[in-house]
């Protein structure tokens, strides 16, 4: 059996501590029961998500200007709905003789 050791925040261990004994556990069991779930879902056993934050934003107007770009170099940038709505429906014919 090995021995491991680390080094938390005297507050942390406390909260831990407090809330592992109100489940009927000790800190000790707790650390072994994380490590066990790692190797049964060979990896970290809980989600691990950031939050979103205004990068999602500066994508989206990256993304915009990127179409905007794209539409430019194509020549289609000053299309009105009426004309990519003509354009879709012309796909969708083709589309669908082809399917024939």
Do not use: C, W
Not at 48 to 71: F, Y
Not at 74 to 96: C, F, P, Q, V
Request: proline content about 1%; hydrophobic content about 40%; aromatic content about 4%.
């Amino acid at each position: 059996m090995a021995i491991v050791q680390l080094r938390v925040d005297d507050d942390l261990k406390a909260k831990a501590s407090s809330i592992y004994e109100k489940l009927g556990i000790d800190l000790s069991s707790a650390i072994k029961m994380f490590l066990k779930r790692s190797v049964t879902v060979n990896g970290i056993p809980f989600s691990m998500i950031l939050e979103k934050t205004d990068n999602d934003q500066e994508l989206a107007a990256m993304s915009i200007r990127n179409m905007n770009n794209s539409a430019e170099e194509n020549g289609i940038s000053d299309m009105s709905i009426d004309d990519i709505d003509k354009e879709i429906a012309e796909y969708r014919k083709h589309r669908k003789r082809s399917k024939k």
